[in-house]
């Protein structure tokens, strides 16, 4: 099993801040890295496919890069409403893994 | 708009058994490949199990194969999770999501809510 380790676990930034989550996994995965936002009381909402790849109606700020075995995914200029939970998760092999979540508060 | 819409969660005891749906809206199950993923309270996600555009290839996470049922009715434009055997580490928000093979997971569903509790 792919084993996803997200960091920082719970990150407090300030608006306008520039925010930065990693996603490690334990073997290569390629580029089959998604990340997904999760607000509270609501459903995950797809944010990035295939590392780095934008989403249609996703703003601009929300980005993705990274191969292999470590990713990122950088929130440029946080807004208010980017107060959530946000999670990296790997297609490569089964069975589907996700990382354990990275909490984004606002100061 | 592609929309999920599950149900057919509740409260059931150990040992039980529960049916949940997923309903499609904005397009047709018979073109998509679908999960279901499941959140445990204060948790994190977790994978439970996939079916093919075509029903011919199912997938299930080790911590429910021999108790799950993933199926597909593509005439009610629905999937479905039959669960037996229940137990209480399965309590969980279990949300169906559409994904183009088996890949990233968009739109996923409100999620149903899945207690088991004697």
């Known amino acids: 099993e792919i084993v996803l380790t997200q960091s920082p676990d719970f990150q407090s930034v300030t608006p306008k801040e520039k925010v930065t989550i990693t996603c490690r996994a334990s073997q290569s995965i390629g580029d089959t890295l998604h990340w997904y936002q999760q607000k509270p009381d609501q459903s995950p909402k797809l944010l990035i496919k295939?590392?780095?790849q934008s989403i249609s109606g996703v703003p601009s700020r929300f980005s993705g890069s990274g191969s292999g075995t470590l990713f990122t995914l950088t929130i440029n200029s946080l807004e208010a409403e980017d107060a959530a939970m946000y999670y990296c998760?790997?297609?490569?092999?089964?069975?589907?893994?996700f990382g354990g979540g990275t909490k984004v508060e606002i100061k | 708009e592609a929309q999920l819409v599950e149900s057919g969660g509740g409260l059931v005891p150990p040992g039980g058994s529960l049916r949940l749906s997923c309903a499609a809206s904005g397009f047709t199950l018979s073109g998509s490949g679908m999960n279901w993923v499941r959140q445990a309270p204060g948790k994190g996600l977790e994978w439970v199990s996939y079916i093919s555009s075509g029903s011919n290839t199912i997938y299930y996470a080790d911590s429910v194969r021999g108790r799950f049922t993933i199926s597909k009715d593509n005439a009610r434009n629905s999937v479905f999770l039959q669960m037996n055997g229940l137990r209480a580490e399965d309590t969980a928000v279990y949300y169906c999501?559409?994904?183009?093979?088996?890949?990233?997971?968009?739109?996923w569903g409100q999620g149903t809510l899945v207690i088991v509790s004697s």
């Open positions: 295939y590392a780095s």
């Open positions: 999501a559409r994904s183009p093979g088996t890949n990233w997971f968009d739109p």
């Open positions: 998760h790997q297609s490569s092999s089964l069975p589907f893994t």
